[in-house]
Nanobody
Framework: QVQLVESGGGLVQPGGSLRLSCAASGIFFNRYDMGWYRQAPGKQRELVATITSAYQKNFADSVKGRFTISRDNAKNMVYLQMNSLEPEDTAVYYC?????????????WGKGILVTVSS
């Protein structure tokens, strides 16, 4: 059974920082590209950042220079460090695992975690 479990969300003031974590189980983690997506109220889900199985990283323009993504294959974890948070970053953040190579086509999502940026 595949599980992606997000943690680390919550309420933070503008300019603050949060670190989201995603614990993966039930997949060959090092064969999956991992990513974070977010969905704000009334908006479509959008890409925030991805990190491939080869550690190549990609970021949405809106978070470049503020967010970083990392993974720990030994722990089956992926992280999103969010700095200089803005009210516009308020959203539910979802962890995603997308299969690479022989696992191409496999796509899994976490249940999401709320991040609220407000004073």
């Amino acid at each position: 059974q595949v599980q992606l479990v997000e943690s680390g969300g919550g309420l933070v003031q503008p300019g603050g920082s949060l670190r989201l974590s995603c614990a993966a189980s039930g997949i060959f983690f090092n064969r999956y590209d991992m990513g974070w997506y977010r969905q704000a109220p009334g908006k479509q889900r959008e890409l925030v950042a991805t990190i491939t199985s080869a550690y190549q990283k990609n970021f949405a323009d809106s978070v470049k220079g503020r967010f970083t993504i990392s993974r720990d294959n030994a722990k089956n974890m992926v992280y999103l460090q969010m700095n200089s948070l803005e009210p516009e970053d308020t959203a539910v953040y979802y962890c995603n695992a997308r299969g690479a190579g022989m696992f191409n086509g496999m796509d899994y999502w976490g249940k999401g975690i709320l991040v609220t940026v407000s004073s």
